[in-house]
């Protein structure tokens, strides 16, 4: 049960479809939206306030069948702590999957026994040849407060004098008033591009091509950009907030408290201007592409699984 499906291109779906994939041969699986009743063994439920109506009909129609809860970063550093749904949803799972190594600490202290880390997936790919002429940045992330694509602008503001330093920005407008303010950036600082969005396929090539990612989200529950980035061998400028470093590692370097434009501005700077830097950052994520791998995240679910049914 996921609550967006494949037109809308965004995390959930990216993790249902993953997840279907890994669990095939070794079970039947079906994808919805809107599920209602059915027979089947097990659910898997993405996003507790968003899926609550699916999960209370399957706990209501299967008491006794195992539910399998996962939680994004909206869940669990905003929804779980004032939602009646979403709340609803974590006491009806029988077990709950968070997606980066710090997420099960979000929880309310009784439910973190039922907690299962689960790290996304992807097959890496090696860095495409990336230009010594100027930097090149790139922001992933569709247009909506959560990403705080404004952070990474008003970075680009500061840097407006720094024609060797150029930030990209993929990512759909789904706020329209966000939508009008990239293009109009976009339109007056010729370091500054929206790119829209993209295929998944060419914006992992440009996360393959770029010096650095940047990642100035206010809440995420694993972001799979960050993989994708770490699967690459792209260094990553990241927000200082628990679903970053359950990702990244929270000893991370290129850290920058969120909102903080002008402390983005100067490590993109330093990025620059400081060879040793980036080679820095991309040593210390290297350690962690293996945690990435589909094997893993493969291993790590149907285990999972394996257990809820065997208990069933």
């Known amino acids: 049960m996921t609550p967006a499906l494949a037109a809308a291109n965004n995390g959930n ?8 994939g890994l669990l095939r ?20 439920a993405l996003h507790a306030r968003r899926s609550a109506a699916a999960v209370a009909a399957w706990r209501a129609r299967h008491p006794r069948r195992p539910l399998l809860l996962v939680l994004t970063g909206t869940d669990l550093y905003r929804d779980i702590a004032t939602d009646a749904a979403a709340q609803r949803s974590l006491a009806l799972a029988d077990a709950l999957v968070v997606l980066n190594q710090l997420g099960a600490r979000a929880l309310p202290e009784p439910l973190r026994a ?42 680009a503001e500061r840097l407006a004098l720094r024609s060797d330093i150029h930030l990209d920005h993929v990512g759909a407008a789904l706020d329209p008033a966000l939508g009008a303010e990239a293009s109009a950036l976009a339109a007056r600082l010729p370091g500054l591009r929206w790119l829209g969005a993209l295929p998944h396929g060419a914006t992992r090539r440009r996360i393959q091509a770029a010096h650095l990612l940047v990642h100035p989200s206010r809440m995420e529950g694993g972001a799979h950009v960050l993989i994708e980035a770490i699967r690459s061998g792209t260094p990553v400028l990241a927000s200082r907030i628990d679903g970053n470093l359950g990702v990244l590692g929270d000893d991370y370097a290129g850290l920058f408290d969120p909102g903080d434009d002008a402390a983005l501005a100067a490590l993109l700077t330093r990025a620059r201007d400081e060879p040793r830097l980036l080679p820095a950052l991309a040593a210390q994520l290297a350690p962690r592409a293996a945690l990435f791998e589909p094997a893993a995240e493969q291993a790590a679910l149907r285990g999972l699984v394996a257990t809820l049914l065997g208990g069933a």
């Open 13 to 20: 779906w990216q993790t249902a479809q993953r997840w279907a």
């Open 25 to 44: 041969p070794a079970y039947r699986v079906g994808i919805t939206d809107d599920w209602q009743s059915g027979d089947e063994a097990l659910m898997i």
């Open 114 to 155: 039922k907690a299962h880390v689960v790290l996304a997936s992807c097959r890496a790919r090696t860095p495409l040849p990336r230009t010594g002429r100027h930097l090149r940045a790139l922001m992933v992330g569709h247009l909506r407060d959560e990403k705080d694509p404004r952070t990474y602008w008003r970075a």
